[in-house]
């Protein structure tokens, strides 16, 4: 079941060109992503009304997207603007197909999967230091054959990284040492974890030369949430007992978006203060975090392999470690929104669970 009253990552905003129109399946909906000959980007049904043929097989051109199959053409707003094997006949009103509001910024395509009067672009999450001066950023995208909350649960379970990234990202022998707080927001949630004065993490020895990487360190990991599925994870490093500001750090996307039940769409990216070096040091953080989710995705994986078809962890008597806590708030925050999203709509059709 899915949330579609707020905003979602339909796609990075360099993945969609004017060219070759990009079929995504967005909460079960199958969608076509494209850019007008203007440059503004569009996410329309990708089903033609005519024989249902699939508009991401079409082209882009100065009427909008045309249709592989016999040609009708659909404009930004969803509209047949154009019939060629019936020229100079009126086109069907019934010729459309639905339009989603769709926002560029940040870096990323933001989609609004609800009722479209409902949009409202002033609820898009702020990863401002994707687009801000004095930032450099980039991003990347993963498929993940998992239900979106499991990537969520996994997000904000930062206990995990001393594990699964144990050789990159954490290492198993401080886990014990982690010092956590969970902090509830009018927003959503933030887990924090902390490591203090330890030997820097493998990821950080490769990319930070100081003269203090040579003695222990202070690593923080705060993770913020948004529903339905929207992360930013604050990361960083500084010399043990100092201020953060004495450090460094790095902003992390963290967005998944459901395919179906049980298959997301990842966005991650880095974003860093501007400073000389900053492709490189990127281009570090983008190699080691391909590698991390690598590792993430074989696990997550393997765990809705475990679970068949569901996904529902709340309604299954699993073992709850403190390291939960956020998740668990997650979980039930999106439970009460989305029971309350289908009360409102009285739309069975919108229980779109597996
Ligand atoms: S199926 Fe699209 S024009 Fe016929
Ligand atoms: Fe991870």
Same mark, same amino acid.
């Given at each position: 079941?899915?949330?579609?009253?707020?905003?979602?990552?339909?796609?990075?905003?360099?993945?969609?060109?004017?060219?070759?129109?990009?079929?995504?399946?967005?909460?079960?909906?199958?969608?076509?992503?494209?850019?007008?000959?203007?440059?503004?980007?569009?996410?329309?049904?990708?089903?033609?009304?005519?024989?249902?043929?699939?508009?991401?097989?079409?082209?882009? #051109?100065? !009427?909008?997207?045309?249709?592989?199959?016999?040609?009708?053409?659909?404009?930004?707003?969803?509209?047949?603007?154009?019939?060629?094997?019936?020229?100079?006949?009126?086109?069907?009103?019934?010729?459309?197909?639905?339009?989603?509001?769709?926002?560029?910024?940040?870096?990323?395509?933001?989609?609004?999967?609800?009722? +479209?009067?409902?949009?409202?672009?002033?609820?898009?999450?702020?990863?401002?230091?994707?687009?801000?001066? #004095?930032?450099?950023?980039?991003?990347?995208? &993963?498929?993940?054959?998992? !239900?979106?909350?499991?990537?969520?649960?996994? &997000? &904000?379970?930062?206990?995990?990284?001393?594990?699964?990234? #144990?050789?990159?990202?954490?290492?198993?022998?401080?886990?014990?040492?982690?010092?956590?707080?969970?902090?509830?927001?009018?927003?959503?949630?933030?887990?924090?974890?902390?490591?203090?004065?330890?030997?820097?993490?493998?990821?950080?020895?490769?990319?930070?030369?100081?003269?203090?990487?040579? %003695?222990?360190?202070?690593?923080?990991?705060?993770?913020?949430?948004?529903?339905?599925?929207?992360?930013?994870?604050?990361?960083?490093?500084?010399?043990?007992?100092?201020?953060?500001?004495?450090?460094?750090?790095?902003?992390?996307?963290?967005?998944?978006?459901?395919?179906?039940?049980?298959?997301?769409?990842?966005?991650?990216?880095?974003?860093?203060?501007?400073?000389? %070096?900053?492709?490189?040091?990127?281009?570090?953080?983008?190699?080691?975090? +391909?590698?991390?989710?690598?590792?993430?995705?074989?696990?997550?994986?393997?765990?809705? #392999? !475990?679970?068949?078809?569901?996904?529902?962890? &709340?309604?299954?008597?699993?073992?709850?470690?403190?390291?939960?806590?956020?998740?668990?708030?997650?979980?039930?925050?999106?439970?009460?929104?989305?029971?309350?999203? !289908?009360?409102?709509? %009285?739309?069975?059709?919108?229980?779109?669970?597996?």
């Amino acid at each position: 079941m899915f949330l579609r009253t707020c905003w979602y990552v339909a796609a990075l905003a360099h993945e969609v060109t004017r060219f070759l129109p990009l079929a995504r399946q967005l909460l079960g909906d199958r969608v076509v992503l494209f850019r007008t000959l203007d440059g503004e980007a569009v996410a329309l049904e990708d089903r033609c009304p005519h024989r249902y043929a699939p508009l991401s097989a079409g082209k882009v #051109g100065e !009427n909008g997207i045309s249709c592989g199959y016999h040609g009708m053409s659909f404009d930004r707003h969803g509209v047949c603007v154009a019939n060629p094997t019936q020229p100079g006949e009126r086109i069907s009103p019934r010729a459309q197909v639905r339009a989603y509001p769709l926002v560029e910024r940040h870096g990323v395509l933001w989609i609004w999967m609800g009722e +479209a009067s409902q949009a409202d672009p002033s609820r898009i999450p702020a990863y401002t230091y994707y687009d801000a001066p #004095g930032w450099s950023a980039e991003t990347a995208y &993963l498929h993940v054959s998992a !239900n979106y909350l499991l990537l969520v649960d996994n &997000l &904000l379970d930062l206990t995990h990284i001393n594990f699964v990234h #144990g050789d990159v990202l954490g290492s198993p022998d401080r886990a014990a040492g982690m010092i956590s707080r969970t902090d509830i927001t009018d927003t959503g949630v933030v887990e924090r974890w902390f490591s203090p004065d330890a030997p820097p993490v493998p990821a950080w020895q490769g990319i930070v030369n100081a003269p203090w990487m040579s %003695g222990n360190v202070d690593f923080w990991m705060d993770m913020y949430w948004e529903p339905a599925s929207n992360m930013m994870l604050d990361v960083g490093i500084t010399p043990a007992g100092t201020d953060r500001s004495a450090g460094t750090g790095i902003m992390n996307m963290d967005c998944v978006t459901p395919e179906t039940a049980t298959s997301t769409h990842y966005f991650y990216g880095t974003a860093l203060k501007a400073s000389p %070096g900053d492709q490189s040091t990127i281009a570090f953080w983008m190699r080691a975090e +391909a590698y991390a989710f690598d590792q993430d995705k074989r696990m997550i994986e393997a765990v809705q #392999g !475990n679970m068949g078809e569901a996904w529902d962890i &709340l309604a299954m008597d699993t073992v709850i470690n403190k390291g939960d806590r956020a998740a668990l708030h997650a979980r039930r925050t999106l439970r009460k929104l989305i029971a309350a999203q !289908n009360e409102t709509q %009285g739309d069975a059709s919108l229980a779109l669970t597996a």
